[in-house]
């Protein structure tokens, strides 16, 4: 009795180490530490669970967890949690997926010129099984003369243009005030799609297109090339952000796997993505990234004209805070900032930090009011928005106050090594004249 709870208090490590472990689960060879998870206590494995879920690993997680045989590893439990999710979320797909072709045959018998990206197009590379994918959304990018036709066709859906940023339109349908972690398996009527409004003509991503099968939908989508530097970029986006899901750093390792040894493909992705000025960088981070979490993956073909061009900083970066970003909580941190600012130092480049830590607006609402509302759902919605306002407040608050103390760390690490630097450069400097007067 005395040695099981012994056993059980060494169990208990931390959060974060738990989440490691998880993330752990998926290299190969699998790392001793994966084997702890079966000392966590119920508490420990809700927390964990939460953290799976909103970083689009849970059914990988145990998808995995099958693969390996070790299903004695989870609590029945949380096996049977696992398993009840995968099932649910099999019908969600299903149903998004025909939302999926529908949208397809509208904007190709419409004439359309449009390309569908991530999602469902990172079939089979990336994602073997839809069905075990956490997907929110679907994005497309459509020519501007193509972009108010597929407006029309959304709204002739049942969608309602949500939000605008620039040259991405939010298209949103069936909203429901209230959603919760607990419905991202479940099917639903919510749909969500985005809009990418992108030029056409020689070059461009919309003239190189193809046709494919997707999951057994005549689809446009991206070449293979495009589709893994849009992957890439994407990750990238996120690492210098303030939240990104684990998934994504799966999804990516996975493709770049499943291409390893495709030399000619590495040589036409160095080719094109050159031409664009950030992606050698930002593939690069992303590699870096997924590589200090998961170990070492992509081919020297791909590593170097992506990995040896980050800067020594953003390395230094990565190297400190990459695991701590990873595997930290929703909402994530404010960290992606001083990454941003270490990369804006050494490229010159890319547009400084100037966002503040906390917005001085509030943020726009989730759930828009429809034409007639009750008041009982007027009231829900508004304190679903309220919960959500202070919700964000609290994250920039706390996460700035932890920029500020972590900035002025980094700084003095920073100045540190730089001196370490120059008076090793300065050290072999006097050798070299002692040598040569000798």
Not at 47 to 56: E, F, P
Not at 135 to 144: G, N, Y
Request: aromatic share 10%; charged share 30%; net charge positive.
């Amino acid at each position: 009795m005395e040695a099981t709870a012994i056993k059980r208090h060494e169990g208990r490590w931390g959060a974060p180490a738990a989440r490691e472990a998880a993330v752990k689960l998926f290299c190969d060879p699998l790392p001793e530490c994966c084997l702890r998870l079966e000392m966590l206590n119920a508490s420990e494995w809700k927390k964990l669970l939460h953290w799976l879920d909103v970083s689009g690993l849970a059914l990988y997680f145990l998808d995995r967890i099958h693969e390996l045989e070790i299903p004695s590893v989870l609590p029945a439990v949380v096996l049977d949690r696992l398993q009840r999710n995968l099932h649910d979320n099999t019908r969600r797909m299903q149903d998004l997926l025909e939302e999926f072709a529908a949208i397809h045959f509208e904007f190709q018998r419409a004439d359309l010129s449009y390309a569908t990206v991530k999602g469902f197009a990172l079939w089979p590379d990336s994602v073997a099984r839809p069905e075990l994918r956490s997907q929110l959304d679907l994005d497309f990018i459509v020519s501007p003369h193509s972009a108010m036709r597929a407006r029309e066709i959304l709204e002739a859906r049942g969608y309602h243009l949500h939000a605008a940023s620039g040259r991405s339109w939010e298209f949103k349908a069936n909203q429901i005030a209230g959603m919760s972690l607990r419905d991202i398996y479940t099917p639903s009527p919510y749909r969500c799609v985005e809009i990418h409004i992108e030029d056409q003509g020689p070059g461009t991503r919309l003239e190189r297109r193809e046709r494919r099968q997707i999951l057994g939908v005549e689809a446009f989508a991206l070449t293979a090339g495009d589709q893994f530097v849009d992957q890439g970029m994407h990750l990238y986006k996120h690492i210098t952000r303030d939240f990104f899901r684990m998934s994504h750093l799966l999804e990516f390792r996975r493709q770049v796997e499943k291409l390893k040894e495709d030399d000619a493909f590495w040589r036409q992705i160095e080719s094109d993505a050159l031409k664009m000025p950030d992606a050698s960088v930002g593939l690069g981070v992303a590699i870096l990234l997924t590589s200090r979490v998961q170990g070492s993956f992509a081919p020297e073909s791909l590593t170097r004209w992506t990995v040896e061009r980050v800067p020594l900083g953003a390395r230094q970066w990565l190297e400190r805070y990459g695991s701590r970003m990873a595997c930290s909580d929703f909402p994530g941190t404010k960290l992606g900032m001083m990454l941003q600012k270490e990369l804006s130092i050494a490229t010159g480049n890319q547009r400084p930090v100037s966002r503040p830590l906390i917005p001085l607006r509030l943020p726009p609402p989730i759930v828009k009011a429809p034409t007639r509302e009750s008041a009982v759902r007027r009231f829900r919605r508004r304190y679903f928005e309220l919960r959500f306002i202070l919700f964000r407040l609290r994250f920039h608050c706390v996460e700035g106050l932890r920029y500020r103390i972590e900035s002025a760390r980094w700084a003095r690490y920073r100045d540190r090594t730089n001196r370490i630097a120059t008076s090793r450069v300065l050290y072999s400097d006097s050798r070299m004249k002692s040598d040569s007067s000798n």
